[in-house]
């Protein structure tokens, strides 16, 4: 077995979409990043990565790189999940943690736990997504950013 944790973060702006573990919330500001900012993936994917050995999602598609710009971060899991298989693993389980105040993110998690099960192949009992708030501390609670953790078991 193989253990790998996973964390990201990004700046909310106006002007962009919302998009968390897949699926596009709406919300009055969104994600500023290079791809489409979606840091529930970039956490699983940095998961994934460290399980494997294989560095991190900067390292695997830098943002100095064109061909990423505002891509759609599912494209970018399906690359490290195709690894992930090459190295003959498969996911045991997956645990999201979302910290944001805003918005209510607990009527889109089914949705982002069907959509990361599905990109990895597996039940979706072995993934677990949760949203938290921090109680108006730091800079999610100050609503200027989104963060998420994410652990990972790899069976090989």
Do not use: W
């Not at 940095?46 to 830098?62: E, R, T, V």
Request: aromatic content about 4%.
């Amino acid at each position: 077995m193989r253990i790998g944790h996973g964390y990201d973060v990004h700046r909310l702006v106006p002007g962009r979409r919302l998009v968390l573990g897949g699926v596009e919330i709406p919300h009055e500001l969104g994600l500023l990043g290079h791809s489409d900012a979606d840091v529930v993936i970039h956490a699983v994917i940095d998961a994934i990565l460290g399980a494997l050995g294989k560095g991190d999602i900067g390292a695997l598609f830098p943002d100095t790189d064109e061909k990423y710009k505002d891509i759609d971060s599912r494209v970018l899991l399906e690359k490290v999940f195709k690894m992930m298989v090459i190295e003959g693993c498969r996911v045991g389980n997956l645990d999201v943690t979302i910290l944001a105040q805003r918005p209510k993110l607990a009527p889109h998690i089914p949705q982002m736990k069907a959509q990361l099960a599905h990109l990895l192949a597996c039940e979706e009992s072995r993934v677990n997504v949760k949203a938290t708030t921090e109680e108006g501390l730091g800079f999610t609670g100050r609503q200027e950013g989104i963060a998420c953790h994410a652990v990972v078991l790899l069976i090989d």
